[in-house]
T-cell receptor, first 115, second 114 residues
Framework: GAGVSQSPSNKVTEKGKDVELRCDPISGHTALYWYRQSLGQGLEFLIYFQGNSAPDKSGLPSDRFSAERTGGSVSTLTIQRTQQEDSAVYLC?????????????FGAGTRLSVL | RKEVEQDPGPFNVPEGATVAFNCTYS??????FFWYRQDCRKEPKLLMS???SGNEDGRFTAQLNRASQYISLLIRDSKLSDSATYLCVVNTRAGGTSYGKLTFGQGTILTVHP
């Protein structure tokens, strides 16, 4: 079946502009995650949605970052007033958490460049 | 101290070599463990889960030592196609919930050369 889909695959923006990144998870996956990966770095957790529970926003780096997940499916990550340090690959993952198992499947990511 | 720590490498090995990666984690409440593989400019993909009894998948063997909070990955008979970054991943379930949050190590870079 279809995997996690992210759009756009690449985004170039000017400093100070707002951007929206989209993630379409695997059908039936109740959990959705956003991560950020800077060049040569590991994955940095941003936010987590699970069903109808309140999202875990503990990883968002500043109040310029926000995310929504409408209808329990598609999610949008919004970055307001982008800064150059926001340049990174933004990865989305989805999963069906089952007990201790939590295998996440990743999209190909959105490569954001802030000029 | 980072929650998940790995030796970043890089490891440069010839084809056919055996190579081992190590990882330590700090949260003793962590419940499940994985190795993910990430190719250059690609997304991470699950390589294998890691079980307490140790598990093997072809040329790959994963071990978990809960007492020492240590995870390992052994690759035998390395292939050129094994060249990638290997990510140690730990799942920690929040109290009273049925789900957990993955924490990724920085990754270990492996290059297999002819």
């Amino acid at each position: 079946g279809a995997g996690v889909s992210q759009s756009p695959s690449n985004k170039v923006t000017e400093k100070g502009k707002d951007v929206e990144l989209r993630c379409d998870p695997i059908s039936g996956h109740t959990a959705l995650y956003w991560y950020r990966q800077s060049l040569g770095q590991g994955l940095e957790f941003l936010i987590y949605f699970q069903g109808n529970s309140a999202p875990d926003k503990s990883g968002l780096p500043s109040d310029r970052f926000s995310a929504e997940r409408t209808g329990g499916s598609v999610s949008t990550l919004t970055i307001q007033r982008t800064q150059q340090e926001d340049s990174a690959v933004y990865l989305c993952a989805s999963s069906i958490p089952q007990g201790a198992e939590n295998i996440q499947y990743f999209g190909a990511g959105t490569r954001l460049s802030v000029l | 101290r980072k929650e998940v720590e790995q030796d970043p490498g890089p490891f440069n090995v010839p084809e056919g070599a055996t190579v081992a990666f190590n990882c330590t984690y700090s949260n003793s409440a962590s419940q499940s463990f994985f190795w993910y593989r990430q190719d250059c400019r690609k997304e991470p993909k699950l390589l294998m889960s890691v079980y307490s009894s140790g598990n093997e998948d072809g040329r790959f063997t994963a071990q978990l030592n809960r007492a020492s909070q240590y995870i390992s990955l052994l690759i035998r008979d390395s292939k050129l196609s094994d060249s990638a970054t290997y990510l140690c991943v730990v799942n920690t379930r929040a109290g009273g919930t049925s789900y957990g949050k993955l924490t990724f190590g920085q990754g270990t870079i492996l290059t297999v050369h002819p």
